[in-house]
């Protein structure tokens, strides 16, 4: 479990020039502040398969390379998907993730770096 903050990759919604989770919100809203230390809820959740739980967080990868790869493989449309930097801390693996997921309590989405964010197209 890391408690320092250090620089990972989110796959995020871009709608309306504002980052936007891709499912679940954040204090009822999808759409996500920046320059702030955002903290998720965490607690017992359990994946699509409703069989396999584990502890929720905000779900990112660890490089750039990885986490376009998963974008790439994982979602059929990608018109507004944007990969972002984002600063992470309060981590932990998600267990069974077959991508190798990392769960965090605290994230924050620089304006910089969502400037610079990679957009793709289908």
Do not use: C
Not at 1 to 8: D, H, I, L, T, Y
Not at 36 to 59: N, R
């Amino acid at each position: 479990m890391s408690k320092k903050p250090f620089v990972a990759y989110r796959i995020l919604d871009d709608k309306d020039n504002q980052p936007h989770t891709l499912f679940h919100g954040l204090n009822g809203s999808r759409k996500l502040p920046l320059d702030q230390w955002l903290e998720a809820k965490v607690g017992p959740v359990s994946d699509g398969s409703g069989v396999t739980t584990y502890l929720s967080g905000f779900h990112v990868l660890n490089s750039r390379k990885k986490a376009k790869s998963v974008l790439i493989d994982t979602f059929k449309k990608l018109d507004e998907r944007v990969l972002v930097r984002v600063y992470v801390k309060d981590t932990w693996p998600k267990e069974h993730s077959k991508h190798g997921v990392t769960l965090a309590r605290f994230m924050k989405i620089e304006k910089k770096d969502w400037q610079r964010r990679t957009k793709f197209q289908d």
